[in-house]
Each structure stands twice: as C-alpha cells, then as structure tokens.
T-cell receptor, first 113, second 113 residues
Framework: SQTIHQWPATLVQPVGSPLSLECTVE??????LYWYRQAAGRGLQLLFY??????ISSEVPQNLSASRPQDRQFILSSKKLLLSDSGFYLC????????????FGPGTRLTVL | AQSVTQLGSHVSVSEGALVLLRCNYS??????LFWYVQYPNQGLQLLLK??????LVKGINGFEAEFKKSETSFHLTKPSAHMSDAAEYFC???????????FGKGTLLTVNP
C-alpha cells in the first residue's frame, strides 16, 4: 500500500531564515505531487504541483519554491521566510490508476516568528 | 473555472442528531466532487467522492452525500452524530489540468454530549 511522509511535523523559524520541507511517497511510481497551504479561515490553497522529476508548476506567486529531485520526493523551500508564510503545509499525491483522488500526508505546522 | 462554497463555517449538533454540512459548487465541466475530513493537526482523509456514477454516494464512518445537478449541491449528511465526528470538513471539486482540487473554506463540526 502507498504511504506519504512529511517532515518535520512542526517547525518554528525566525523571519528571514531559510526553509526546507520534505514530502516522500512510498509504494507507488510516478505520482503527481501537490503542495497545499492551509491558513486559518482560508481553507486549502494549492501552491505547487508536479507531474514528474524536475517538472514544477506554480499556482500562486509567492515567497516559496518547490523542487522534485527524485520520483517520489517533493521539497518546498524558501530563501527568506516571511511572517505570512506561517501555516499548515500539506503534501498530497495522486496516481494514474485512480486518477481522481488525492491522498494527503500528515502535514507540517510552520510558525514564523 | 471551478469554485466551492461551504455554507456555515461552524456547525454544532447534539450527539445522536442529524448532521448536515452544505456544499455548493460551480464548474465549467461535469464535476468530480469530494468530501474530506481533517482532525486537529492531521492531514485530510477522504470521506467520499462523486465521479458521475450514482448520485447518492456512501462514504466511510456512516456519511453520505447526494449530488444534485439542478441545485449544484453536494451536501454531506449523517443520520446520527457521534462525538468522534467532531472535526473540520472540506468539500472540493476537481477541475482543470492535472486534476487539481479546489477546496471550500471548511466547516468545523462540533458535537455536544
């Protein structure tokens, strides 16, 4: 069966510091991968998605970037964090066998102070 | 373009009472619709989905939802609420390229003893 991991689970960072959040999927190949941010009262906002290694699509302009160095690894980064980057970051995956459903990881709680 | 409106950011019911969480959607193509549940500080778990088959969809934990095209609605119901149902519920519509999901802002369900 497939499993999705995210780390760290929680993170507190000062404004201006760099960020790296990691998402990995096990038990599948060539998944579509997604990064979402959940801010209080705003639902989930799609940030990036990837259909393959090195292929990244950005949904909204922002202070963040994403990379996919391996088939089942998706990384969210920032060079300098802003207060507004605080939130709950969720990674999700989807595979072609069942093309309509996204499955979510446990999330990373980021607090920028 | 797709959009989702969840009526009521907070719904409170008594244990054993009917649960009704409302979702209306807008979609330029035949929609695929989803309900997810999120427990505190956890990722999203799929409750059920509508993918153009039966209009009454049964999901996990006794929840079901009915797709009504004429009303552009996909409301979530459960006949008898349980304390363990207390969580945040998100309605989502699939659309656009690469099966991106557009989420509503969520409804927080409180179950009172």
């Amino acid at each position: 069966s497939q499993t999705i991991h995210q780390w760290p689970a929680t993170l507190v960072q000062p404004v201006g510091s760099p960020l790296s959040l990691e998402c990995t999927v096990e038990g599948t190949s060539n998944p579509n991968l997604y990064w979402y941010r959940q801010a209080a009262g705003r639902g989930l906002q799609l940030l990036f998605y990837s259909v393959g290694i090195g292929q990244i699509s950005s949904e909204v302009p922002q202070n963040l970037s994403a990379s996919r160095p391996q088939d089942r690894q998706f990384i969210l980064s920032s060079k300098k964090l802003l207060l507004s980057d605080s939130g709950f970051y969720l990674c999700a995956w989807r595979i072609g066998v069942e093309t309509d459903t996204q499955y979510f990881g446990p999330g990373t709680r980021l607090t920028v102070l | 373009a797709q959009s989702v409106t969840q009526l009521g950011s907070h719904v409170s019911v008594s244990e054993g009472a009917l649960v009704l969480l409302r979702c209306n959607y807008s979609s330029s193509v035949p929609p695929y619709l989803f309900w997810y549940v999120q427990y505190p500080n956890q990722g999203l778990q799929l409750l059920l989905k509508y993918t153009s088959a039966a209009t009454l969809v049964k999901g996990i934990n006794g929840f079901e939802a009915e797709f009504k095209k004429s009303e552009t609605s996909f409301h979530l119901t459960k006949p008898s609420a349980h304390m363990s149902d207390a969580a945040e519920y998100f309605c989502a519509v699939r659309g656009g390229s690469n099966y991106k999901l557009t989420f509503g802002k969520g409804t927080l369900l409180t179950v009172n003893p």
